[in-house]
């Protein structure tokens, strides 16, 4: 068993940040932290590793420790656990159950569960130890394997958000990079990545508008904003054939979307939406409705007849 001891104070200097961790830290959360300090204190006790040579790691609160170091405090209080005379496989297995106590995000878990596997955990342990399903360690696992290397380059360098790196992850394998580097180039929040990677996977969306998004984001999403505008917008007139027509269009390729969304999903995700799924039955049973209104074998019959 590990031994865990008390809290005690230790040399911010000494403890060597978690480059997993810290990937899915942003700045803002930063800010948050140094202000909570400055105000309360440190809320959250980091937890760090010690090893060999007195090396310490930070298993939990890298966010506290990079605004501590900010701040330009020199000693801290962390509670310090032995990590010495363990193998690989089972300490790994410990240290994560602790690193994902920070919550730091999908890709961040993926990372921390491909470090596990890596030393030689094996995925029902992680699944016992984690009380998660299957589905969920695979989804996290393979969120890392699906993202290119060079983009995963940019989240551990810190150019690039793990939240949008997830985003990224949704592109096709060779558009990938091309689109993140243009979009750090460009500077862009994960919302307007949000938007322009569910562009571009709109299996309307035009090439024209697909290279575009890739190569000049900013511009792209003016065009992407647009678009969806143009469907969104109704008719001046009321409606007409051609305004339903668009509509429809737009509405059956949202569907494929989603249909491709929730087979991919798993349970725990699924879970976290159920409200909303509910949400949308209702309104598809009653647009199913005022459709079947039109689409009636009377209705078929006289159109024949016309």
Not at 47 to 53: L, N, S, W
Not at 58 to 71: F, N, P, Y
Not at 82 to 100: H, I, Q, T
Not at 229 to 239: K, M
Request: with cysteine; hydrophobic share 40%.
């Amino acid at each position: 068993m590990r031994k865990v001891t008390s809290v005690t104070e230790v040399e911010v200097s000494t403890v060597v940040g978690n480059k997993t961790l810290a990937a899915g830290v942003d700045r803002r959360s930063i800010e948050r932290c140094k202000e909570a300090i400055g105000a309360l204190g440190v809320l959250h006790t980091p937890i760090v590793g010690t090893a060999e040579g007195g090396k310490r790691l930070v298993l939990s609160g890298q966010c506290e420790l990079t605004a501590l170091r900010e701040l330009g405090v020199k000693k801290m209080d962390a509670v310090e656990v032995d990590v010495l005379g363990e193998d690989k496989p089972a300490s790994m297995l410990s240290l994560l159950l602790l690193s994902l106590r920070d919550k730091p995000g999908a890709l961040t878990e993926g990372q921390l569960l491909q470090e596990a596997v890596g030393a030689g955990a094996a995925r029902s342990e992680i699944q016992t130890m984690l009380g998660k399903s299957a589905s969920w360690v695979s989804n996290r696992l393979s969120l890392v394997t699906r993202l290119d290397k060079n983009v995963y380059e940019l989240v551990g360098s810190g150019l690039l958000d793990p939240r949008s790196a997830q985003e990224v992850a949704r592109l096709p394998a060779p558009a990938q990079f091309k689109f993140a580097e243009a979009a750090v180039r460009e500077g862009l929040p994960k919302s307007a990545i949000e938007s322009l990677v569910a562009g571009y996977n709109d299996e309307g969306c035009p090439d024209a508008v697909r290279k575009q998004i890739l190569s000049d984001p900013r511009a792209a999403l003016k065009r992407v904003s647009d678009r969806r505008r143009a469907v969104a917008r109704p008719h001046r007139n009321g409606g007409g054939a051609e305004a339903i027509e668009m509509r429809v269009e737009s509405v059956i390729s949202q569907v494929a979307m989603l249909r491709r969304l929730l087979g991919g999903a798993s349970p725990n995700e699924a879970d976290g939406c159920v409200d909303t799924l509910r949400d949308l039955e209702t309104e598809l049973s009653v647009l199913l409705t005022g459709i079947r209104k039109f689409i009636s074998p009377g209705k078929e019959k006289e159109a024949k007849n016309v």
